[in-house]
């Protein structure tokens, strides 16, 4: 004779409470159309997302290009030896002289070829060292993008060094 258990034969009302919570969550969004995949690369969850997220706005898209041409070397790009920033070899120099300065200055050369629409307006480099994960510097970087009502949109670029 079989024996039957009822341990697991419904929900409890907060797990109920919760699932509603993030179907609205999901089917919340509004009908946007995305535009391109969202890097670095991670789960979408929304309804209009596929199976990473997405840009849903001209600025994400420029902040995201923007910020993956920033951590991009030059010569990397197959067929743009100029395409990206030098960046990353500059950090891990060492010590160098100016080092804000001609990480600006590389910057602004790079931007103002690949991305002429975006004005830079300020820059800021800090060195965070960290005990249980390697050390990296933060830059901070304003910016507006012309054409646009968005003034002095912020994004921040991590780069981890090898000391």
Wanted: no cysteine.
């Amino acid at each position: 004779m079989s024996t039957f258990k009822f341990k697991n034969t419904g929900l409890k009302i907060s797990d109920y409470y919760r699932r509603e919570d993030s179907k609205e969550k999901i089917n919340s969004n509004d009908n946007r159309i995305p535009l391109s995949v969202k890097l670095p690369l991670e789960k979408g969850y929304r309804n209009n997302e596929t199976l990473f997220k997405m840009n849903f706005s001209i600025e994400e898209q420029i902040e995201n290009d923007l910020k993956v041409f920033l951590m991009t070397r030059k010569g990397e790009k197959i067929g743009f030896p100029n395409f990206g920033t030098n960046l990353i070899d500059l950090y891990n120099l060492g010590h160098v002289e100016n080092l804000e300065e001609r990480a600006m200055e590389e910057i602004e050369s790079a931007v103002s070829t690949y991305f002429p629409s975006v004005n830079l307006n300020n820059f800021k480099s800090e060195f965070k060292e960290t005990y249980n994960e390697e050390s990296f510097y933060e830059l901070t970087i304003e910016y507006n993008i012309s054409g646009f009502n968005i003034l002095n949109s912020e994004m921040i670029v991590k780069i981890k060094t090898s000391r």
